[in-house]
């Protein structure tokens, strides 16, 4: 039996007053991403035909966030609850299929828990995802008959004392055959405590039809919270975050502190990496055999080859490292950067844009920006490229086995020749040839009697 076509609706035209913000709830972000973007990278991981979202207060806002992603758009320009909402949705989906509904402040489902519960609806069933609560206030519970087949969803605001003692709730998570959704939802009714079609009804409307009614649970309890101030957010936060923790952990990778570390994108780890408290990783983040992060340091897609030690508090952004090199303290590692192997950059030393060859250094308050600079060159303290000339930047070439003395002004474009040296203080505005000694010298004079001005 082929498979069903699966087709997508995310809910996300939500307001979200409790956040107390001028940002729509599902643009907020967590680890570096937003609740939607988490929601729709899930989804996507089930290769769906049609992936539609819902959206109204802030509905711009959110369309230009993802206006570079393939989407179909459905408003709702009205909050008339859930069945409301997918009702919007409905002239976007194509007529056959399963329909699977999930919603864009529920960042942490994971995918493999909505493979299954598609699964459970292959055949055209309803496949519900519930939970188990020891404290389920606030939850619609699941209401099932005497021989424990499911029968509806009752609102907790809508259920009797006896009603609210079942502890199985519902998630608002379901996948749902499209053949039958335009009849289900067009019976909807609004005659209930908030007022609202509640998508939840078609549960008992499939049970009257005679629909096989699947549920599924969760992996984990953590999946299926919901964002609705940034309290919740926070605690989802720490909740990811965790888990990110937990898997570096189990991968062999050494955490000082697994409380104190934010991944906020994909982090790759070799063997006997070692990283220090306050550490964040954004993107991309490759860290080869052995290396070894500082605390308080920042990298963002960045690959670091094997050996290397990042010395704290510095910043590495769209850069690669090569191996055994030392990095910082308090280095800034800018865009375009390509370090080889055995480089020192030291402290309060920026690198932009460069390429810098194997064994040179950098050691103290340096800025090398836009340039090639080989191999077994010496950089001394405040060395600075004069890349930018008010309007264009210019590059500075630097040859292998250069030596560069203390407070050199180096003004692109510009090439130092190879073995050359260079003199403490100097400016240099023309090429350098290889080999010797090039230094801008000037005469040490003395005024007698001048006076520093004064404050007025």
Same mark, same amino acid.
């Given at each position: ?139 619609? $519970? ?67 039809? /005679? ?14 919270? /919901? ?118 950059? /030291? ?75 260079? /003199? ?27 006076? $520093?001005?004064?404050?007025?």
């Amino acid at each position: 039996m082929p498979a069903r076509p699966l087709q997508v609706v995310v809910l996300a035209a939500g307001q979200g007053k409790r956040m107390r913000s001028d940002l729509a709830k599902v643009l907020h972000p967590l680890a570096g991403r937003s609740l939607l973007g988490h929601v729709l990278h899930t989804a996507r991981a089930l290769d769906p035909s049609q992936l539609c979202v819902v959206i109204g207060h802030g509905a711009e806002g959110v369309r230009k966030a993802f206006e570079s992603e393939n989407l179909l758009w459905a408003l709702q320009e009205r909050q008339l609850g859930t069945g409301h909402a997918v009702m919007q949705a409905l002239p976007k989906l194509q007529g056959s299929g399963t329909v699977l509904i999930l919603y864009g402040d529920v960042p942490l489902i994971e995918a493999e828990t909505l493979r299954v519960l598609v699964e459970r609806a292959a055949d055209g069933a309803l496949a519900l995802l519930t939970q188990d609560l020891e404290a389920p206030r606030g939850y619609g $519970r699941i209401v099932r008959d005497a021989s424990g087949k499911v029968t509806g969803i009752v609102e907790e605001k809508d259920a009797t004392e006896a009603q609210r003692s079942i502890r199985e709730v519902n998630t608002g998570i379901l996948a749902v055959p499209r053949e039958r959704l335009d009849a289900w939802l067009a019976g909807l009714r609004s005659e209930n405590a908030q007022g609202e079609y509640y998508l939840t009804d078609i549960v008992g409307a499939a049970a009257r039809d /005679g629909v096989r009614i699947d549920v599924h649970h969760p992996r984990h309890a953590a999946e299926c919270l /919901g964002v609705n101030s940034k309290v919740e957010l926070a605690r989802l936060e720490r909740i990811f975050q965790m888990d990110q923790a937990a898997k570096l952990l189990e991968a062999g990778v050494g955490l000082a502190d697994p409380a104190r570390i934010d991944v906020r994108g994909d982090i790759s780890c070799g063997r006997d990496v070692s990283i220090d408290v306050n550490c964040i990783f954004e993107g991309q983040v490759t860290l080869g055999d052995g290396v070894r992060v500082g605390a308080n340091c920042i990298l963002r897609d960045v690959k670091v080859g094997a050996g290397t030690e990042i010395k704290p508090f510095s910043l590495i952004e769209e850069a690669e490292v090569g191996a055994n090199a030392r990095i910082g303290p308090y280095a800034r590692i800018r865009p375009g950067t390509r370090l080889a192997d055995d480089v020192h950059i /030291g402290n309060f030393v920026e690198v932009k844009a460069s390429t810098i060859g194997k064994a040179s250094k950098a050691n103290h308050l340096a800025y090398v920006g836009d340039s090639s600079v080989g191999s077994d060159v010496n950089i001394g303290a405040g060395t600075i490229t004069c890349n930018y000339d008010g309007a264009n930047k210019h590059r500075t070439v630097i040859e292998d086995n250069v030596h560069i003395g203390s407070d050199v002004q180096l003004v692109a474009p510009v090439t130092v020749g190879k073995g050359a040296t260079i /003199g403490a203080g100097a400016t240099i505005v023309k090429d350098v040839p290889p080999g010797g000694l090039t230094l801008t010298e000037a005469r040490q004079v003395t005024k007698p009697g001048w006076q $520093r001005p004064r404050k007025k």
